[in-house]
């Protein structure tokens, strides 16, 4: 049985917490495999409406194991509100297990991260301010607490000695601001450490079992793979690989396990956050999608950029993921429009290019190039057969389709689990 990544295809929130939470019906396991509480995954289902940052969103089904990767950093002040919220929500949680080679975010993260972002002033990127760049910058540096650290007591003070030595001659010496005290961060973290002892465990012997018993596990993505720090819009990304190889990386298997790679698009693009991002529209068409589609942040709240569907980019993310499927969310969001735009190429110079420039200064002087559609004009947010849809919102599929180089396995036509058209079996 397959194991299968579901990837944000664009610059993040394009719906994968609902795809995960739809296809988890039939899967037995979810691994998050990147990013941390900078994610904000929205599963809107018979539980209620819940925006996800580290539990994946396949926890709401009696069935399914469910597993924060090493590759995730976790704050767990974070993760246990996250918990105790849908334990309030009659939401079970035991089934929820912690990789005890996660990373945490520390305090001194969450500051560094805002200290960062403020001395670049007007070149901000525009971070969650979640500390997240700082604990994966940590991890690489070999500076980093794990998750498994936390379940030795001495040990774990030792560490954290040793480490906030050198974080607050930067915090000192560097941005000004008062020493932390590892006695306090200390008791916090212990105290932390007890309550999720029951959940850490060693993970990848458990995605392990799940597949010698050919069970389906997703791998759930986070961010977006226009955010990756290697083909992203560098240096207007995030911190960790949110493409499908990354789930190889953060979740503790082989590449040659995974058999599926469903990348995950909205049907137009939005970005929120700085860095360049060629079909923005900043206009009244801009403004109508945003407040149409309610364009806000599952995580910060702040207003997301939007612009029209960038099939550059798009094919882009194909070619990196190696997408064998894709899913369309957000279709119905389009539904009042009388003629809608693709970008097919960018130009640049006086010339047309059809490919994702490596550099922001030369993908801020992109222009699009765009195709124009018609509209439908219809609601199609209870459509669940694509036969069903509009003819004009078939043509669009289809164009995407062509356009991004993979088929179109589902599209999303609304927030709710059944919301969904299945033009072709995922599992
Ligand atoms: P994620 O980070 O990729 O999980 O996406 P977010 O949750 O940050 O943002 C996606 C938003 O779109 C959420 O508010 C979802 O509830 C919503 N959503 C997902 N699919 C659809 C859809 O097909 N139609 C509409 N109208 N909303 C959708
Ligand atoms: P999900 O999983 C959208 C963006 C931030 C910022 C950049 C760097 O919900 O799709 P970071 O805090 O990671 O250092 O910020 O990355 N970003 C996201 N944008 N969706 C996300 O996650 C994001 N996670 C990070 O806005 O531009
Ligand atoms: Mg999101």
């Known amino acids: ?65 469910c597993i924060i990767g090493n590759g995730v950093v976790i704050n767990p002040a974070v993760l246990i509100d996250e918990i105790d919220q849908l334990n309030q929500c009659g939401v079970d949680t035991t089934r929820l ?17 805002g200290l960062e972002e403020d ?42 000695r040793f480490v906030l030595d050198y ?24 105290q932390y450490g007890k309550r999720l002892a029951p959940y850490i465990r060693e993970t990848t012997i458990m995605v392990e079992e799940a597949l010698n018993r050919e069970e389906v596990v997703l791998l759930e993505g986070a961010q977006g793979a226009l955010l990756d720090p290697d083909f992203g819009t560098y240096p ?30 909205k049907a137009y693009c939005t970005r929120v956050g ?18 149409q589609a309610h364009e806000y942040g599952a995580t910060t709240g702040r207003p997301r950029r939007c612009g029209w569907f960038d099939a550059i980019a798009a094919r882009f993310s ?37 490919y994702f420039p490596a550099n922001v200064v030369t993908l801020e002087k992109c222009q699009p190039i765009y195709e124009e559609l018609p509209g439908w004009q219809a609601t199609t947010t209870h459509i669940r057969e694509y036969e069903q849809l509009p003819p004009q919102a078939r043509q669009y599929v289809t164009r995407l389709e062509e356009l991004i180089s993979c088929p179109v396995n589902l599209i999303c036509v609304g927030p ?3 919301q969904a058209i299945l033009k072709m079996p995922i599992i």
């Open 416 to 418: 709710e689990r059944e």
């Open 167 to 190: 974080k607050n001659i930067i915090l000192t010496k560097i941005f000004g601001v008062s020493p932390l005290s590892p006695d306090e961060i200390y008791s916090q973290y212990y």
């Open 119 to 160: 001395l670049r002033a007007g070149k901000a990127l525009g971070t969650t301010r979640k500390g997240v760049g700082p604990a994966f910058t940590d991890k690489a540096a070999r500076l980093g607490i794990r998750t498994g650290d936390l379940l030795d007591k001495e040990a774990l003070l030792e560490r954290l």
């Open 1 to 65: 049985m397959p194991v299968i990544a579901v990837i944000g295809a664009q610059w993040g929130d394009e719906g994968k917490g609902k795809v995960v939470d739809l296809l988890a019906q039939k899967a037995n396991m979810i691994v998050r495999f990147s990013g941390g509480d900078n994610a904000g995954h929205t599963v809107v289902n018979p539980h209620g409406e819940f925006k996800l940052h580290l539990i994946p969103s396949g926890i709401f089904y009696p069935h399914t194991i």
């Open 236 to 265: 207007y990304t995030t911190s960790s690989s949110p493409l499908a190889g990354g789930g190889c990386l953060g979740a503790g298997l082989g590449p040659t396990r995974i058999s599926r790679i469903l990348g995950v698009f």
């Open 97 to 113: 297990f912690i990789s005890d080679r996660a990373n945490l975010i520390m305090p001194y993260h969450v500051l560094l991260d």
């Open 318 to 354: 194909t070619r990196i993921n190696g997408f064998t499927g894709a899913a369309i969310t957000r279709l119905d969001i389009l539904d009042s429009f009388a003629h809608l735009k693709i970008c097919v190429g960018y130009k640049l110079d006086g010339k047309m290019i059809d």
């Open 274 to 291: 700085a860095g360049p991002m060629p079909t923005e529209l900043k206009d009244e068409t801009g403004d109508l999608i945003r407040e």
